[in-house]
């Protein structure tokens, strides 16, 4: 199979991983899988993303490249994807790469081949750019360690919210000991982009477990961020028949760790609009606004806590709001600094004018 072939299956095959890249995918008239726009460093990238070998010899019910699975299979030469990446990074400006792998016979020997990819790309092609390496289950910490010395961010799938469920979709890893732990020493690793990791979203877990977790995570291992991955069942795999997660619990989960990571939301008042686990297939903030303020609040008189949980309002503004001498008077005011007065109206109130009763919204 040639270089390009390969890079196609490999390519496809990368994309079942959401921490990372995956939208706008590059139309590039060779075919070749897996360049995407993104965000890393703080600058636009166009992103390689592809695994080196996509043969696992673990059995996770909902991967392409599980065991079981009898998807094409192919993997890179030691040679075959640096050189591969400096002619994309030469000729179509692709200034990032995201690597990873299936478990190829043991963790450590994927991860050693990874590595060597990487360190091919670094010395003999002289790559500064950014790369992120996942960390396979099962990883040892040498290697982890080594991984860390080449990479810009690194990340571990935790894919579960918790054991009993990971046990349900994979015989092979050892949630605690092999993603965990593994996790918990990228976190005190020193890399310029942190850590990350991602989260499947299916019908065996609730709400309430996933975002348990993920608050567990932002609290003890602090992952810049956590990805959710909305199930989508793949032909040839033990979960082909199940149904696709709806993309709307997908977002409505983002939404909420937004709410927590960047205005302090605490998990508990999650808790209290969720019905049977469930968070309501609704925007969160609105959802809380709309059972927390019986009455719109006085603008001039609330402080940060109480604005940030206006529907409208961002962390900017409620500071501004919350930190200024003199009064504020018109709703062009606010409008000014950014706040979406059509969101915001019916739960406050400007200088005694009340523009919408909340039973009007
Ligand atoms: S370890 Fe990763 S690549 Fe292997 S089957 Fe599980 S999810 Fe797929």
């Given at each position: 199979?040639?270089?390009?072939?390969?890079?196609?299956?490999?390519?496809?095959?990368?994309?079942?991983?959401?921490?990372?890249?995956?939208?706008?995918?590059?139309?590039?008239?060779?075919?070749?899988?897996?360049?995407?726009?993104?965000?890393?460093?703080?600058?636009?990238?166009?992103?390689?993303?592809?695994?080196?070998?996509?043969?696992?010899?673990?059995?996770?019910?909902?991967?392409?490249?599980?065991?079981?699975?009898?998807?094409?299979?192919?993997?890179?030469?030691?040679?075959?994807?640096?050189?591969?990446?400096?002619?994309?990074?030469?000729?179509?400006?692709?200034?990032?790469?995201?690597?990873?792998?299936?478990?190829?016979?043991?963790?450590?020997?994927?991860?050693?081949?990874?590595?060597?990819?990487?360190?091919?790309l670094?010395?003999?092609?002289?790559?500064?750019?950014?790369?992120h390496?996942?960390?396979?289950?099962?990883?040892?910490?040498?290697?982890?360690?080594?991984?860390?010395?080449?990479?810009?961010?690194?990340?571990?799938?935790?894919?579960?919210?918790?054991?009993?469920?990971?046990?349900?979709?994979?015989?092979?890893?050892?949630?605690?000991?092999?993603?965990?732990?593994?996790?918990?020493?990228?976190?005190?690793?020193?890399?310029?982009?942190?850590?990350?990791?991602?989260?499947?979203?299916?019908?065996?877990?609730?709400?309430?477990?996933?975002?348990?977790?993920?608050?567990?995570?932002?609290?003890?291992?602090?992952p810049?961020r956590?990805?959710y991955?909305?199930?989508?069942?793949?032909?040839?795999?033990?979960?082909?028949?199940?149904?696709?997660?709806?993309?709307?619990?997908?977002?409505?989960?983002?939404?909420?760790?937004?709410?927590?990571?960047?205005?302090?939301?605490?998990?508990?008042?999650?808790?209290?609009?969720?019905?049977?686990?469930?968070?309501?297939?609704?925007?969160?903030?609105?959802?809380?606004?709309?059972?927390?303020?019986?009455?719109?609040?006085?603008?001039?008189?609330?402080?940060?806590?109480?604005?940030?949980?206006?529907?409208?309002?961002?962390?900017?503004?409620?500071?501004?709001?919350?930190?200024?001498?003199?009064?504020?008077?018109?709703?062009?005011?606010?409008?000014?600094?950014?706040?979406?007065?059509?969101?915001?109206?019916p739960?406050?109130?400007?200088?005694?004018?009340?523009?919408?009763?909340l039973?009007?919204?």
């Open positions: 199979m040639d270089v390009l072939e390969k890079a196609k299956i490999l390519g496809t095959a990368g994309k079942f991983d959401s921490c990372g890249p995956k939208s706008c995918e590059v139309n590039i008239n060779s075919g070749l899988g897996g360049i995407y726009h993104a965000k890393a460093e703080n600058k636009n990238c166009k992103i390689f993303k592809t695994l080196i070998d996509n043969s696992c010899t673990f059995d996770c019910k909902y991967c392409s490249n599980s065991t079981s699975c009898k998807t094409k299979k192919t993997a890179y030469k030691q040679e075959e994807l640096p050189k591969l990446f400096n002619y994309l990074n030469k000729t179509m400006d692709v200034d990032g790469l995201f690597l990873s792998s299936g478990v190829s016979g043991t963790a450590d020997k994927a991860t050693q081949k990874m590595i060597d990819s990487v360190k091919i670094r010395n003999k092609y002289n790559y500064k750019g950014y790369v390496f996942k960390v396979l289950p099962g990883t040892s910490y040498e290697l982890i360690k080594q991984a860390s010395e080449l990479a810009n961010r690194m990340s571990i799938n935790i894919e579960s919210p918790n054991k009993t469920i990971m046990s349900e979709l994979s015989s092979c890893k050892d949630y605690k000991t092999d993603i965990l732990r593994r996790q918990a020493w990228i976190s005190k690793m020193n890399l310029s982009s942190g850590h990350t990791t991602q989260m499947i979203v299916n019908n065996i877990s609730t709400d309430k477990d996933i975002l348990k977790m993920v608050d567990w995570e932002y609290e003890n291992l602090k810049k956590v990805y991955s909305a199930f989508k069942p793949i032909k040839g795999t033990p979960l082909e028949n199940e149904k696709a997660t709806k993309i709307s619990r997908q977002n409505f989960l983002y939404n909420t760790d937004f709410l927590m990571r960047d205005y302090g939301y605490k998990l508990k008042e999650f808790y209290s609009i969720m019905d049977d686990e469930m968070l309501p297939i609704q925007d969160p903030k609105l959802a809380i606004a709309m059972q927390n303020f019986d009455s719109p609040i006085d603008i001039n008189e609330s402080n940060y806590e109480e604005l940030i949980r206006i529907p409208g309002i961002g962390p900017k503004s409620a500071k501004y709001i919350s930190t200024k001498k003199e009064k504020i008077t018109k709703y062009e005011e606010l409008q000014k600094i950014g706040i979406r007065l059509n969101r915001a109206k739960f406050i109130s400007v200088n005694g004018k009340k523009q919408m009763m039973n009007q919204f």
